[in-house]
């Protein structure tokens, strides 16, 4: 009777230092997490912060992120017409060619997905292998002859060479992502719409297409931060200043006036992450359960 | 019967019996081909076409201007035996890919081993981890470490809190390199994802067992959840690998598009581009291209044949 007693005692001690043990393991995990949250996220404060202060104040703040005695937002004005062209035609640029370039990939990919995944055709396998290959390509492969093609096509300081491959597919990824979700679709629908006489063509459209949102948003949207975040094929293709982006017109500020004017410099540098800051606000789970199923790299 | 429910009737009939081979080959294989019609004009037009133009033109001197001139190995034989900067870049591309793939792997395994534990608030975390991977690739975010890491930086600045008075890390030559490999680990954020949702496909009953067995957590680290792991180490790698040897817009923007100072962040994409769009040696730079295509070749046929070795697959 007694080491029965005896035993338990033992046992509850046992689980209260256990339990002890990992409250304590809680509490530092969640300092060290908080810790380097703090640490990763500071420069995205410093940027806002500075871009908030008088010019003189920027680089005698300190490592401060707390606003100074008074807001300033003269920088906004400043950097929006730092440049001979405003932002707000870069901007609209940026939009033009990003949204334009969201229709493109998403129909074009959608079209090929859901010949992949579910028509059966001769080559089917050979088409879908030559498919994944062009995803290990390095751009820089295809670079120089596509240039000479859009300079003799007159494309060179137009939005076509930027937007045209979207709508041809050239972003073989999407591709692969889509056909993974339309694998998981039943098959049985389809077979059923079959049977009703419907067309490859309906299927596609009134089946698959509105089962997919999922899919389809998140190719969406990461399209429109890649292509918003791009900087490569704006620099090689677009030399007017009046036809520049976003990203190149940031560049251009600190070419010219970026050595002066910080302040506007970084006013511009927040206003070019806002519109992918709010995809992260609005759809952060949607994004981040895209990666985690496909292994998007970034 | 009229006319047309005759002619109708006969359409079935010879739909079901006598219809030629060909329109029914017709009809099973050309909606596959219509809906890759897009796909195969950007296959052929911006792809293969291209990749075999570039290779022929990596055998040329080209200016653009002018016809590409035949010039045989000549490309070949300068960039492996006179030429610096080819050497510099492929370096400095090396160097940032051996350090910073690893560091940046490291940190996504340890964060999403410390998150799987059950930690409350993970999708707070998780988010908060994964903005910099969104946002790492804008000209805002180059721009910006450029100023952190400047002599009168953010760094700096939190140094001298201490009394340390630091460098200017961007244009001194032994550190340039190193503040772009940790704006690199900075981004963990999207392989962490992805570790994290390798932990949660691992089978709990294994763990259960492990853990009547009772084997220390060190073992189950080592036993378990690493070798189930191993497959999107694998994948996360070469990722990783392939995206650092692709990588171009900090070293431009912290450089001024030059790879200074003392070519030490002279990527090898950057000096392509130079060598192509402010040089206008396209049949250079095209065999530039080729040697990249190669590396990363050879590098991922490498990886699919270790992987034999150390990446377990469920049988």
């Not at chain 1, 791009?230 to 010219?256: A, C, H, K, N, Q």
Request: hydrophobic share 55%; with cysteine.
């Amino acid at each position: 009777m007694t080491t029965d007693v005896q035993r338990l005692t033992v046992v509850t001690e046992d689980d209260a230092s256990r339990r002890l043990r990992r409250r304590v393991f809680s509490v530092v995990a969640h300092l060290l997490l908080i810790g380097a949250s703090i640490l990763m996220l500071y420069p995205l404060l410093w940027l806002l912060a500075s871009s908030f202060r008088p010019e003189n104040e920027i680089f005698t703040s300190g490592i401060s992120v707390l606003p100074s005695t008074s807001w300033d937002l003269d920088s906004y004005p400043r950097g929006w017409n730092g440049l001979q062209v405003g932002f707000g035609t870069f901007f609209a640029n940026s939009f033009v060619i990003s949204i334009l370039s969201v229709i493109g990939n998403v129909a074009a990919c959608s079209l090929a997905a859901f010949a992949f995944a579910r028509l059966e055709f001769r080559g089917r396998k050979f088409w879908f292998a030559m498919m994944l290959m062009t995803l290990m390509l390095p751009y820089q492969v295809t670079l120089i002859p596509q240039y000479v093609l859009f300079l003799n096509l007159g494309w060179v300081n137009t939005f076509l060479p930027l937007i045209v491959p979207k709508f041809l597919a050239a972003d073989a990824f999407f591709i692969f992502l889509m056909v993974q979700f339309f694998r998981g679709i039943p098959k049985e629908l389809d077979e059923a719409a079959r049977m009703d006489g419907a067309g490859p063509w309906r299927i596609y459209w009134k089946i698959m297409l509105p089962l997919s949102t999922p899919v389809l948003a998140t190719a969406a949207i990461f399209t429109f931060i890649w292509t918003w975040d791009d900087f490569f094929g704006p620099l090689i293709y677009l030399s007017e200043l009046r036809d520049y982006t976003v990203m190149l017109g940031l560049r251009t500020f600190t070419d010219s006036t970026g050595q002066s004017d910080y302040g506007g410099l970084f006013a511009m540098s927040v206003l070019s992450l806002v519109p992918i800051f709010l995809f992260f606000l609005f759809f952060q789970r949607l994004l981040i359960e895209g990666i985690a199923t496909t292994g998007m790299k970034r | 019967m009229t006319a047309q429910s005759i002619s109708a009737s006969a359409r079935i009939k010879g739909g079901a019996v006598g219809s030629s081979i060909w329109s029914r080959a017709w009809e099973n294989h050309a909606p596959g081909y219509l809906f890759l019609l897009p796909w195969f004009i950007g296959f052929f037009g911006l792809t293969i076409g291209p990749i075999i133009t570039s290779l022929y033109l990596s055998f040329t001197h080209f200016d653009l201007l002018t016809a590409p001139r035949w010039a045989g190995l000549d490309n070949y034989i300068r960039m492996f035996t006179n030429d610096r900067n080819f050497v510099a870049s492929m370096r400095v591309t090396m160097f940032f890919v051996i350090f910073s793939v690893p560091l940046k792997l490291a940190f996504a395994l340890g964060v999403a081993l410390l998150l799987n534990r059950g930690m409350r608030g993970l999708p707070l975390y998780r988010a908060l981890f994964y903005l910099p991977s969104l946002l790492g690739a804008s000209v805002a975010i180059a721009i910006l470490w450029r100023q952190i890491f400047a002599g009168d930086g953010l760094v700096n600045q939190f140094l001298a809190l201490f009394g340390i008075v630091g460098p200017s890390w961007i244009s001194n030559p032994n550190y340039s390199l190193w503040t772009l490999i940790v704006l690199s680990i900075w981004q963990f954020g999207s392989p962490m994802i992805i570790f994290l949702a390798g932990l949660r496909s691992i089978p709990q009953d294994m763990y259960e067992a492990a853990s009547l067995e009772g084997a220390s957590k060190w073992r189950v680290f080592w036993k378990i959840t690493l070798p189930m792991l191993t497959p999107v180490v694998f994948f996360n790698a070469i990722i990783q690998t392939i995206e650092g040897f692709k990588s171009f817009t900090p070293a431009f923007i912290i450089s001024g598009g030059t790879g200074s100072p003392i070519n030490s962040t002279l990527f090898y994409t950057l000096y392509l581009y130079n060598e192509a769009f402010s040089f206008f040696r396209m049949g250079y730079a095209s065999a530039l291209a080729w040697v990249l295509l190669a590396i990363v070749a050879v590098f991922t046929a490498f990886s699919f044949f270790t992987s034999k070795f150390w990446v377990h697959y469920d049988d």
